[in-house]
């Protein structure tokens, strides 16, 4: 089966840190660029942060930039988000979403994990 | 920046009826960088729509999409039960890499 699941979310401190993974399965994950995407409680989606399947280029959103650092290892179809630094603006579910292709043209989101939730709490 | 802005915020109407979801951009993009998602209480968003008008693959024919420039559409023509959910609108690709719309709510009337 084609899926993603997300693991390592939980509750932690303000300044704390926090890794994330994501595992891959069903399909060739070393051909796909990949993302984090996140979901405060009750609001919208935010994108994270995108690594190519290479992981040469990587982009972050401005406001995790610094803080938040994507990799992957493609031995272990895995995709992981450290973060650290965490303030109570990051409390959301993060989800990993596959980009469809390595060009702009298609890096729109076809598979999503079904997320998991951190959060950022005293 | 690019922003998104989606109208109505919340859309209520009754199955069978047909669906006009607007997705605004804040200046002219190319509408092969615009998506469309589905997000049903408690999943995570499944993709509909990509390059403003393509449907993505096992999505149903009553969802289309259109537009260009700064207005794009998402259109339902008839809402089964299952299509009450909130959907957003993505630019990919472009700088900011990627921006989502707020989302528009369609709920039972």
């Known amino acids: 089966e084609v899926q993603l699941v997300e693991s390592g979310g939980g509750l932690v401190q303000p300044g704390g840190s926090l890794r994330l993974s994501c595992a891959a399965s069903g399909f060739s994950f070393s051909s796909y660029s990949m993302n984090w995407v996140r979901q405060a409680p009750g609001k919208g989606l935010e994108w994270v942060s995108y690594?190519?399947?290479?992981?040469?280029?990587?982009y972050y959103a401005d406001y995790v930039k610094g803080r938040f650092n994507i990799s992957r290892d493609n031995a272990r179809n895995a995709l992981y988000l450290q973060m650290n630094s965490l303030r109570a603006d990051d409390t959301a579910v993060y989800y990993c979403?596959?980009?469809?292709?390595?060009?702009?043209?298609?890096?729109?989101?076809?598979?999503w994990g079904r997320g998991t939730l951190v959060t950022v709490s005293s | 920046e690019i922003v998104l802005t989606q109208s109505p915020g919340t859309l209520s109407l009754s199955p069978g009826e047909r669906a006009t979801l607007s997705c605004r951009a804040s200046?002219?993009?190319?509408?092969?960088?615009l998506a469309w998602y589905q997000q049903k209480p408690g999943l995570a968003p499944r993709l509909l729509i990509y390059g403003a008008s393509s449907r993505a693959t096992g999505i149903p024919d009553r969802f289309s999409g259109s537009g260009s420039g700064t207005d794009f559409t998402l259109t339902i023509s008839r809402l089964e039960p299952e299509d009450f959910a909130v959907y957003f609108c993505q630019l990919y690709g472009i700088s900011p890499r990627f921006t989502f719309g707020p989302g528009t709510k369609v709920d039972i009337k």
């Open positions: 690594i190519s399947h290479s992981s040469s280029p990587i």
């Open positions: 200046q002219s993009v190319s509408s092969t960088y």
């Open positions: 979403a596959r980009s469809r292709g390595a060009v702009p043209s298609h890096w729109y989101f076809d598979l």
